[in-house]
């Protein structure tokens, strides 16, 4: 197992939570809770926008996204590792 590989996979993942698994999931959340009176990618795009936003909610917030994009980045490499090792 490599710790460098490893390493670098989390950190991957925790970037595709926060600044696609974030805005993402809020803004498909928001748009269909407010039965779809608003435009989604102006709602999107401010949400982008927020996420560089520093305040103690939004820095939870990131690091919750985080977490789960690097737990579903290590899903990935692992589930590949093994794929790998069950073919040799």
């Known amino acids: 197992m490599n710790k460098k590989n490893i390493f670098i996979t989390i950190l991957i993942g925790f970037a595709i939570g926060i600044f696609i698994l974030q805005p993402f999931g809020i803004t498909i959340f928001t748009f269909s809770s407010q039965n779809y009176e608003i435009n989604w990618w102006e709602y999107l795009i401010n949400n982008f926008i927020e996420i560089l936003?520093?305040?103690?909610?939004?820095?939870?917030?990131?690091?919750?996204?985080?977490?789960?994009g690097a737990?579903?980045?290590?899903?990935?490499?692992?589930?590949?590792?093994?794929?790998?090792?069950?073919?040799?």
């Open 53 to 68: 936003n520093i305040n103690g909610n939004q820095i939870f917030e990131n690091i919750l996204f985080g977490l789960l």
């Open 71 to 88: 737990t579903v980045a290590l899903m990935y490499y692992f589930g590949k590792r093994e794929k790998n090792i069950d073919n040799k």
